[in-house]
C-alpha cells in the first residue's frame, strides 16, 4: 500500500538541483554489490497471499544473508502466520536500559500476472539502469539496500549503543495482520524509521534531485456499508419505499459532502514547502493560502478540485461498490453501497460512521463500518528533532543540497500500528523516481539503480546516528 513518493499531475521544475553524493563510504562497493544480489533474489520469489505464497521463502534469504554477517541463528526469528510469515532480526546494543531503534518494512507484494506484463514479474531485470519485477520500488529493493547497509556497519565493526531491530511483515499488502502482531512485539521501542514510506523525486528532464519528503503521518483507510431494506413487492405496484432509489439519494448527499478543511502543524510545513516545487501558479498560490488559513473558501475549492490535492486538506469519502435487488420484475428488498473514506489524524471509526449517517440523511438507512481489524486510527508522530536531525544529515550526505520537507501519506503502512501504541513511526525510504516511473502496484514496476549508492550512504549515516 505504499505511497512513498509526493502525488504531483504536473511536471516538476528543478530549483537547484543536487548533485550525487561524491565521496563513497568505506565498503559501500561491497554493500552496493549485496544490496542489488538480495533485491534480485528476493523479486524472484512470489511473495504473493493465496496459493503459492513464498513469503517465508523470501524472509529466509534476509535471514541467511544476516546470519552469514554475523547474527546469531537465535537472533533472526521468522514466525510462520498463516500462508505467510513475519521476521524480526536484533542487533544487541551495548545499552540494555535504551529502547530500541526499529527499521520496519514488508517483504510481501501485490498480484502480478505475467501475461500482463512486458517482462516476467517475478524474473528479475536490469536494463537501461532500472531494476524491473514486483516490488522492485515496493518494497523489495529498500528492503535489501537496508538490509545490505546493516551488514556494511556490522562488518566495519560499528557497535550500535541501542538495540537496532530489523522487522520485514509478510502481509503489509493485504490483511496488515503480521505488522499489527509486530508492533505489539515492539511497543516498547523509541522510534521506528518505516522504510516502506517517504522518498524523493527526479527531474523528469534532467534526472536530478527535486526534493525529499518524509511521512510523519498517514490517513485512516475505512469502509463503511450503506444498507437499506424494504418489504418489497411486484414492480407493477411501485410504493414511495424503494431501496434503490433511498440509497441513490444517500449515495448522492455522501457524494456531494465535503468534511471541514483540517491542517497539523506536519501538513501545514508541507504545503508551505511543497508549493515552491508546484509548477501551477494558481496551485502554488493555494497550497501558501491553506497553509496560512485553512478555511480560505476559494483556497480550499482550488485544492479540492485537483486530484493530487484534494486527499491532503481533510478527511475524504466516497462511494466505491454498489450492489441492490433480486429480480427484475420486484421491488428490491435490499441495496448496499461501500463508501471508503480516508480519515485525517484524529477522528475515530464511529465518528466518521455517525458522520455518514448525518450526511445521507436517510431514515432506516444502515451504516456499519466494515474494515475490522485491517485499519487502525492513528495519530502523527512528533516532529522530533533527534529524527529531524539525523534525517536531513543523511539525506545531504547521500544527495547534497536536496530540499527536505514533511508529508501525510493518504495511504496505509505498517507505521499505524505503531503510532497507535505511542510509538513515534517515520516513513524514511531514501529512494527517489521520476513520477513518470512510479509504477508501483502496476505493469512493469521499476526502480532506477541510481538508489543504490545513495541508499546505502543514507542508511549508515541514518542507522548510526539513531543508535549510537
Not at 506484463?117 to 516490488?135: A, I, K, M, Q, S
Not at 414511495?240 to 501538513?267: D, H, K, M, W
Not at 498560490?285 to 493530487?308: C, G, I, Y
Request: contains cysteine; glycine residues 8%; hydrophobic residues 40%.
Amino acid at each position: 500500500m505504499r505511497a512513498h513518493l509526493l502525488s504531483c499531475t504536473v511536471l516538476l521544475a528543478v530549483a537547484g538541483a543536487a548533485a550525487p553524493a561524491a565521496a563513497k563510504a568505506p565498503d559501500t562497493a561491497q554493500a552496493e554489490s549485496q544490496a542489488l544480489d538480495l533485491a534480485k533474489r528476493l523479486i524472484a520469489i512470489r511473495s504473493v497471499r493465496g496459493p503459492g505464497n513464498r513469503t517465508p521463502e523470501a524472509q529466509q534469504v534476509v535471514k541467511d544473508a544476516l546470519l552469514a554477517a554475523g547474527w546469531k541463528d537465535a537472533e533472526v526469528e521468522i514466525a510462520p502466520i498463516d500462508d505467510t510469515a513475519y521476521l524480526i532480526a536484533t542487533w544487541p546494543g551495548s545499552d540494555p536500559r535504551l529502547k530500541p531503534l526499529v527499521i520496519s518494512g514488508h517483504i510481501d507484494v501485490v498480484e502480478a500476472k505475467p501475461a500482463d506484463w512486458v517482462r516476467d514479474p517475478f524474473t528479475p531485470v536490469v536494463e537501461n539502469g532500472y531494476l524491473f519485477g514486483r516490488g522492485a520500488s515496493d518494497m523489495k529493493f529498500d528492503a535489501a539496500v537496508a538490509t545490505a547497509s546493516l551488514i556494511a556497519l556490522r562488518r566495519q565493526g560499528y557497535k550500535p549503543k541501542r538495540t537496532v531491530i530489523l522487522q520485514f511483515s509478510g502481509d503489509e499488502e493485504t490483511t496488515m495482520k503480521t505488522g499489527r502482531i509486530i508492533a505489539e512485539r515492539l511497543k516498547h521501542a523509541d522510534l521506528v524509521i518505516n522504510i516502506d514510506g517517504g522518498g524523493g523525486t527526479f527531474d523528469e528532464k534532467t534526472g536530478k534531485p527535486v526534493y525529499w519528503t518524509w511521512q510523519g503521518a498517514e490517513k485512516t483507510y475505512d469502509d463503511y456499508q450503506l444498507e437499506m431494506t424494504n418489504p418489497g413487492g411486484h414492480s407493477s405496484a411501485p410504493r414511495p419505499e424503494n431501496a434503490i432509489v433511498q440509497l441513490a439519494q444517500a449515495l448522492e448527499r455522501i457524494g456531494a459532502y465535503r468534511f471541514p478543511a483540517e491542517i497539523s502543524p506536519l501538513t501545514k510545513a508541507y504545503f508551505e514547502k511543497a508549493a515552491a516545487f508546484e509548477t501551477d501558479p494558481a496551485l502554488a498560490a493555494a497550497m501558501r493560502a491553506f497553509a496560512a488559513n485553512p478555511k480560505d473558501e476559494a483556497a480550499l475549492a482550488t485544492l479540492r478540485a485537483n486530484p493530487a490535492y484534494v486527499g491532503k486538506v481533510g478527511t475524504t469519502c466516497t462511494p466505491t461498490m454498489i450492489s441492490g435487488g433480486h429480480a427484475q420484475n420486484a421491488l428490491p428488498q435490499r441495496a448496499t453501497a461501500n463508501i471508503n473514506c480516508r480519515v485525517f489524524p484524529g477522528h475515530s471509526r464511529e465518528e466518521i460512521r455517525v458522520a455518514l449517517e448525518k450526511i445521507a440523511a436517510v431514515p432506516g438507512l444502515k451504516v456499519t463500518a466494515v474494515s475490522g481489524e485491517d485499519s487502525i486510527s492513528s495519530p502523527a508522530s512528533p516532529m522530533r528533532p533527534d529524527f529531524l536531525a539525523a534525517v536531513d544529515k543523511a539525506l545531504n550526505t547521500a544527495w547534497p543540497g536536496t530540499p527536505i520537507f514533511p508529508s501525510q501519506a493518504s495511504g496505509a503502512s505498517d507505521s499505524m500500528w505503531y503510532r497507535a501504541l505511542g510509538v513515534p513511526s517515520y516513513g524514511a525510504s531514501p529512494s527517489f523516481s521520476k513520477d513518470s516511473d512510479d509504477y508501483a502496484h502496476g505493469l512493469n514496476e521499476r526502480v532506477s539503480l541510481r538508489n543504490i549508492g545513495p541508499g546505502i550512504t543514507y542508511y549508515l549515516s541514518l542507522f548510526t546516528d539513531l543508535s549510537k
